[in-house]
C-alpha cells in the first residue's frame, strides 16, 4: 500500500482527487462557519475600484471565485514543472501544497484582484525561464515588464519585483543593456496607456495622487497575531530547509533548474520582507508567497522519502490543519 506522500508525488487521478476535496473541505466549512477575515479590505488600486462592485465582500461569488482561482493557479504551477523540470519527476506537489496553503489560510479564501495579479506573475514567470543563454531575448524581457505592470493595476506590489527580475535575468546569463532597456519599456508601456486615458478625461492627476497613495506603508511586522506569525514562521522553516537542500543538491542539478530553484528561493524570501512592509496587503503577498513556497516544498518533498522527510510532511499538515481552526474558532 502506498504512503499518502507517494501517492502525491505521483500524477494521477487519486493525486489530483485528494488536494481538490481538502480544498472543498476548507472553503466550504470556511464560508459557513468562520467569521469575517481578520486581515479585511485592503486598499485598492485606481482600476481596481472600476470593478470592486461586481464582486461583493463576503459573498457566495467572492468564496467560490476565490477558490476556482486557487485551483486554476494550482494547476498553471503544475504546468510548470511539465515545461521547465525543476522538479526531477512528474508531480501533482505543487498543485497539493499550493492549496493547503491557501485553504489553510481563512483571510485568502475569498476572491481578490491579487488573484488576477498572481495569473500576470506567472505569465512573467513563464517568460523569464524561456531566457535561459539567450543572447538576445528583447521579446521575452519586454513582456516581463509589460505583464508586471498590467499586474501592478491590479496590486501594486507587483511593481517591487521588476528588480527581483533583473537578478533573474543575471542569473539565466540574459542580461544585457538591450534587455533591461525592453524589459523598462515594457513596464512603463501599459502606465503610458492608461494615463493617456486619464488624460483623455482630464483626471490624470487624480489617478497619479491614488497610484502614490498605494506605496505608503510602515514596517511593522507585529500588525499581525501572534497565532500567524507562529504559523508562517513553521512555513518559513520548511522553506528554508527546502532552500538548504537545494543548496547542498545543486551540483546534480542541470544549470538552468538550478539557476530557476535559486530564483524561486530568493522570491520566496522576497515576499517574506514584503510581510513586513505592506501588512495592509497580507492577503496578496501571502499567496505570492504560497506561489514560491508550493514550488520549493515540492521539489524537496518529492526528492527523497526518508523519516525526516515524512515527519516534517506531517508537521506541515499538522499546523496549517491548527491554524485553519484556531482560524475558524478562535480568531
Not at 35 to 53: A, N
Not at 189 to 214: C, H, K, R
Request: charged residues 10%; glycine residues 6%.
Amino acid at each position: 500500500m502506498k504512503k499518502p506522500l507517494a501517492i502525491l508525488i505521483e500524477p494521477g487521478p487519486i493525486g489530483i482527487i485528494i488536494p481538490l476535496l481538502i480544498g472543498a473541505a476548507f472553503w466550504l466549512t470556511g464560508y459557513f462557519i468562520s467569521p469575517d477575515p481578520d486581515w479585511g479590505t485592503p486598499k485598492m488600486t485606481p482600476f481596481t475600484q472600476w470593478f470592486s462592485d461586481l464582486i461583493p465582500v463576503h459573498s457566495t461569488l467572492s468564496h467560490g471565485l476565490g477558490f476556482l482561482f486557487t485551483i486554476l493557479i494550482g494547476l498553471i504551477l503544475v504546468q510548470f514543472n511539465e515545461t521547465f523540470s525543476f522538479i526531477r519527476t512528474r508531480t501533482l506537489l505543487p498543485f497539493f501544497f499550493f492549496i493547503l496553503l491557501m485553504g489553510s489560510n481563512v483571510n485568502v479564501h475569498e476572491f481578490s484582484f491579487g488573484q488576477i495579479s498572481c495569473i500576470f506573475l506567472l505569465i512573467a514567470l513563464w517568460q523569464l525561464f524561456s531566457i535561459y543563454q539567450e543572447k538576445s531575448p528583447v521579446k521575452q524581457t519586454f513582456n516581463i515588464g509589460f505583464f508586471l505592470a498590467l499586474g501592478s493595476f491590479f496590486t501594486i506590489e507587483l511593481v517591487f519585483f521588476l528588480p527581483i527580475f533583473w537578478i533573474g535575468m543575471m542569473r539565466l546569463n540574459s542580461f544585457r543593456f538591450r534587455t533591461f532597456l525592453s524589459s523598462i519599456i515594457g513596464f512603463l508601456s501599459p502606465f503610458v496607456l492608461f494615463l493617456g486615458i486619464a488624460y483623455l478625461q482630464s483626471d490624470v492627476v487624480n489617478y497619479i495622487n491614488l497610484f502614490v497613495a498605494q506605496f505608503n506603508f510602515e514596517l511593522n511586522f507585529f500588525n499581525y497575531n501572534f497565532i500567524f506569525i507562529l504559523y508562517l514562521g513553521t512555513l518559513t522553516g520548511c522553506a528554508l530547509f527546502a532552500i538548504l537542500n537545494l543548496v547542498n543538491k545543486s551540483f546534480s542539478d542541470k544549470i538552468k533548474v538550478s539557476r530557476i530553484l535559486g530564483f524561486i528561493s530568493m522570491s520566496f524570501i522576497f515576499c517574506l520582507l514584503l510581510f513586513v512592509f505592506f501588512s495592509d496587503k497580507s492577503s496578496v503577498v501571502f499567496t505570492f508567497a504560497a506561489i514560491f513556497g508550493s514550488i520549493l516544498y515540492a521539489h524537496y518533498f518529492s526528492l527523497h522519502y526518508n523519516v525526516f522527510i515524512r515527519v516534517l510532511f506531517w508537521i506541515q499538515l499538522s499546523i496549517s490543519l491548527l491554524y485553519y481552526l484556531y482560524s475558524i474558532f478562535f480568531s
